[in-house]
């Protein structure tokens, strides 16, 4: 997946985590070895041997510390999980039935939504598989979501691409550029807007419509408030799969949300 930024909170973690486990050490050291009344008020001597035995533990058990960092780390992805979910449950309707939102096998009873950008790679590997399992199976309905977050050319194919609804060919321009290969440009764009049998010239005045300026960056708050940080990621159900997953992990949350 290329992502669009990030949050490395890692330091932050590692920082938090030793606190804690220091804390709670030196916490249980006192209370052996001291009454409770008298634990408050450590003398600089005794804050010493305290952080004195904090660390000889650490030093000769790094498997504790080890353990506690990898269960911090499994609470917060549960934690995140769970509040992705949240925001793609609060947000199901504008994902899934934004009326500008371009949408292949209107009727289907499974819905995909993909957020792609036409310069990413890892979009362009997904694409094919993607045509292949939505010709084979008309029950899949997929939602297009435009997310340029790759540059200029990126948000001009963008702007291409939606204006093609227009002339009713978003989803055969959609796979032609999908086929490009190589470093793109505004020029290579509408060569395949035209072999996909588009009018070039009501193209570029449709694409620069106000309306086409308010899909894409509804599209980015969404993204946004899922927590979306790159290109490609596809939302079925609940569930976000980031990056270039394996389509028979695709068709398997697909079946799974058909109770198959």
């Known amino acids: 997946m290329i ?3 990030n949050s490395n909170r890692a330091f932050v973690v590692l920082a938090l985590a030793l606190l ?6 030196a916490a249980a050291v006192v209370a052996n070895r001291r009454p409770a009344q008298e634990a408050a008020s450590l003398s600089l001597a005794q ?3 305290v952080e004195g035995l904090v660390r000889d533990y650490i030093r000769d058990h790094p498997e504790v510390v080890n353990e506690a960092l990898k269960k911090l780390v499994q609470q917060q992805r549960t ?5 992705r979910k ?3 449950r609060a947000l199901a309707k504008e994902l899934n039935e934004d009326p500008d939102s371009p949408v292949a096998n209107p009727d289907g009873d499974v819905t995909i939504v993909e957020f792609f950008d036409y310069e990413c790679p890892y979009c362009k590997t997904m694409a094919s598989k993607l045509h292949d399992l939505l010709k084979t199976d008309k029950k899949v309905r997929f939602v297009f979501k435009e997310y340029p977050v790759l540059g200029p050319v990126s948000e001009f194919a963008a702007r291409a691409a939606l204006a093609a609804r227009g002339q009713g060919k978003y989803v055969v321009f ?5 086929a490009v290969r190589g470093q793109m440009n505004e020029l290579m764009v509408l060569a395949t807007a035209k072999e996909a049998g588009l009018d070039i010239e009501q193209l570029q005045k449709d694409m620069n419509a106000p309306e086409i300026a308010a899909i894409l960056k509804r599209n980015k708050r969404l993204a946004e408030g899922i927590n979306i940080q790159g290109t490609p990621n ?3 159900g609940e569930t976000l799969v980031p990056g270039a997953a394996d389509i028979s992990y695709i068709k398997e949350l697909v079946a799974k949300a058909r109770g198959r």
Not at 79 to 83: G, I, L, Q, T, V
Not at 174 to 178: G, L, N, P, Y
């Open 86 to 88: 949240l925001n793609i």
């Open 79 to 83: 934690a995140e999980e769970e509040r």
């Open 3 to 5: 992502p669009s930024g």
């Open 47 to 49: 804050t010493a041997a």
């Open 174 to 178: 959609h796979f032609a550029m999908m």
């Open 20 to 25: 804690s486990a220091a804390m709670l050490l």
């Open 234 to 236: 596809f939302i079925i």
